[in-house]
């Protein structure tokens, strides 16, 4: 494994779907014996907070799909560990360091995961209806609890005084002090609530995987599949167009990923376009290959590995026609996305 003793966790990060949460006293938690046990299946990181009373440890571990092991933290914590997985989030656009992390909790009076949305989305609001954000707050992550009778807020803020500020400015105990907070103050159902604030103690992850993760989106994944299995005699051509597989390195989570994706010729260099079908966003194995040049395709039953780069301005336009004379969409697509599409060229190493 890899340890650090300064990284937070990447609340975001993509192949973490389950997130198992506990709270300890501190002389329960064995931080130390982590780095001496076998790192479970399916971790992904480990990361325990220490409370700025230093009498409470916050343990915050994120794990791919299927995998979590509450059996593993409850050993380590002394605790029940609570499964959650994450709802919404909202990041600065331009974000600070953080310097606290805050755990928002809120309980209700029995599971409703569509109440648990309904709270969050509340709280969103009166996020909204703030004429300007709290400063010193840096992001928030809601997480609902898999049984549908808790939400937690993991929140970023430059440091503990800026939280009590804005809990002091608002004068009713929340961040805020518009009148929407009214609305989550009596939003019924809810149980018991409450923060706490928190510093780093420790954190773990897990090393970059060998193993190739395809596509999370179903269709893609098969056709993925068929084309290593028949060494690209089935989905070479899909539906008329000619197809690769392009697996990138995770600019996030570090695990290879897999996917296809359309692409035309010009020499012996390959070309893909980064439409998103119109997106306004970069589609991930672009953003993948921007951090990471270093790349891995299957073209047909031929494997090889490649270096990425976006195309010049000079070579862009000559090349763009050769792909919409491949896939006419693709102009569609530019006229609708709101950002200039890229042009991605795979050269394959050793040439």
């Known amino acids: 494994m890899t340890a650090s003793q300064n990284t937070l966790p990447d609340i975001t990060l993509p192949s973490a779907c389950t997130v198992l949460i506990a709270e300890s006293p501190i002389e329960q938690v064995k931080i130390a014996e982590l780095e001496h046990v076998p790192w479970p299946k399916g971790l992904l990181s480990y990361s325990a907070f220490l409370s700025t009373d230093g009498e409470t440890v916050l343990t915050y571990t994120q794990w791919t799909y299927g995998e979590a092991d509450r059996e593993f933290l409850a050993g380590l914590t002394g605790a029940e560990p609570v499964e959650y997985s994450l709802y919404r989030s909202r990041v600065q656009d331009e974000p600070s360091v953080p310097g606290c992390v805050v755990v928002v909790s809120a309980e209700f009076d029995g599971p409703d995961p569509e109440r648990q949305r309904r709270w969050v989305d509340t709280v969103f609001e009166a996020l909204d209806a703030e004429t300007e954000p709290p400063p010193g707050g840096i992001s928030g992550h809601f997480h609902l609890s898999t049984d549908g009778t808790r939400v937690v807020n993991y929140a970023e803020w430059t440091d503990e005084q800026a939280h009590r500020d804005a809990i002091e400015r608002s004068g009713q105990g929340t961040v805020g002090s518009s009148p929407e907070w009214r609305r989550v103050l009596d939003f019924s159902g809810v149980r018991s609530g409450g923060f706490r604030r928190y510093r780093l103690l420790r954190s773990l992850s897990a090393p970059p995987s060998d193993e190739v993760l395809d596509s999370p989106t179903k269709w893609v994944a098969e056709h993925v599949r068929a084309y ?32 296809a994706l359309i692409y035309g010729q010009d020499g012996d260099r390959y070309l893909l376009v980064g439409s998103n079908g119109g997106s306004p966003h970069h589609p991930a194995w672009y953003l993948n290959l921007v951090a990471n040049p270093a790349v891995t395709v299957q073209v047909g039953s031929d494997r090889f590995t490649a270096r990425a780069r976006l195309a010049t301005a000079e070579e862009k336009p000559r090349l763009w026609e050769r792909m919409t004379a491949i896939f006419p969409l693709y102009d569609t697509y530019q006229s609708r996305a709101g950002r200039e599409i890229p042009l991605v060229v795979i050269e394959r190493e050793g040439t």
Do not use: I, N
């Open 228 to 259: 290593v299995e028949t060494d690209g005699k089935s989905g070479h051509m899909y539906q008329g167009w000619p197809t690769l597989l392009l697996t990138t390195r995770g600019r996030k989570s570090g695990m290879l990923r897999r996917t």
